[in-house]
């Protein structure tokens, strides 16, 4: 490969790598004191992208980190709950003294 050839491929990929939404993320060490005293600032700086790590005497204990929603998973429990109809067919005693009242609440 000649010397251009290789510019050529360096400038290549560095234009690919320009057109991705490549970002560095900060890591952010505070002491705890820190951490209660400007703790608006760091969470809106966690919702920025970046990390903070909170530290206690100096060895860290705590990251924060975006919250992220867990995914729904519809029908997760198929086929692992078994129940008999036989379950449904008569009421619980205590149940429905409960909702329809007892013979002592006349």
């Given at each position: 490969?000649?010397?251009a050839e290789g510019?050529?491929?360096?400038?290549?990929?560095?234009?690919r790598l320009s057109r991705t939404n490549y970002t560095r993320r900060m890591t952010v060490f505070v002491n705890i004191h820190e951490a209660k005293t400007h703790l608006s600032?760091?969470?809106?700086?966690?919702?920025?992208g970046e990390r903070v790590v909170?530290?206690?005497a100096g060895h860290p204990v705590a990251d924060l980190v975006q919250h992220r929603?867990?995914?729904?998973?519809?029908?997760?429990?198929?086929?692992?709950?078994?129940?008999?109809?036989a379950d449904w067919e008569s009421a619980d005693e205590?149940?429905?003294?409960?909702f329809y009242g007892g013979?002592?609440?006349?």
């Amino acid at each position: 490969m000649t010397p251009a050839e290789g510019m050529r491929k360096v400038i290549a990929m560095l234009t690919r790598l320009s057109r991705t939404n490549y970002t560095r993320r900060m890591t952010v060490f505070v002491n705890i004191h820190e951490a209660k005293t400007h703790l608006s600032r760091l969470l809106e700086q966690v919702a920025a992208g970046e990390r903070v790590v909170i530290s206690k005497a100096g060895h860290p204990v705590a990251d924060l980190v975006q919250h992220r929603r867990p995914a729904v998973v519809i029908g997760g429990l198929k086929g692992r709950v078994r129940y008999s109809d036989a379950d449904w067919e008569s009421a619980d005693e205590e149940i429905a003294e409960m909702f329809y009242g007892g013979a002592g609440d006349e």
